[in-house]
């Protein structure tokens, strides 16, 4: 992705916090992306780099899973190093979140925090409630009515916005 002049001094406050707090503090992250394992190559990771683009810090399973890691043990580090949890809600996680997969145990420990963020994509709030009323709670972003590289600007911003952990 490349910035106009003026769009990158908008970016590049973001992208130099994000530098600075993974030197200092590698294992940490200004976003933990929860999604579903079918999502994984596809609308994760699009999400994923365009958060990134946008100067956040993410926790991504596809990145940061090192080979031959155990998994859980793997994402509950990077639950805890997160300050934010992203949930991307499509088709396939509402599926994994009614057949108790590993996205619904992220969500469980995502929804005991107040730092959820549920974004959208190809579902309705209605959907989510159906089968997460606690997530559908939140307040979230569709890509309904913006685009998922709008959406991740967004975050981003927000995310850059917090104090510092």
Not at 22 to 30: G, I, V, Y
Not at 79 to 102: D, F, H, M, Q, W
Not at 119 to 141: C, R, T, W, Y
């Amino acid at each position: 992705m490349s910035y106009t002049p003026t769009e990158w001094r908008t970016v590049e406050p973001f992208a130099k916090k994000a530098s600075e707090q993974a030197q200092e503090h590698p294992e940490r992250r200004d976003l933990f992306l929860c999604h579903a394992w079918d999502d994984r190559e596809g609308s994760a990771r699009e999400l994923h780099g365009h958060l990134k683009a946008n100067g956040a810090t993410v926790w991504f399973s596809e990145d940061d899973l090192p080979l031959g890691s155990l998994m859980i043990r793997e994402i509950d580090k990077g639950l805890r190093n997160s300050r934010v949890g992203i949930v991307l809600v499509t088709p396939a996680l509402l599926k994994s979140i009614e057949s108790e997969g590993v996205a619904e145990k992220e969500l469980a420990v995502l929804l005991s925090t107040r730092r959820v963020v549920p974004v959208l994509h190809g579902v309705s709030f209605g959907d989510l409630n159906n089968v997460s009323p606690m997530l559908a709670s939140h307040a979230g972003l569709s890509t309904k009515e913006s685009s998922l590289d709008n959406v991740a600007a967004k975050i981003a911003a927000a995310a850059a916005a917090l104090p510092a952990a």
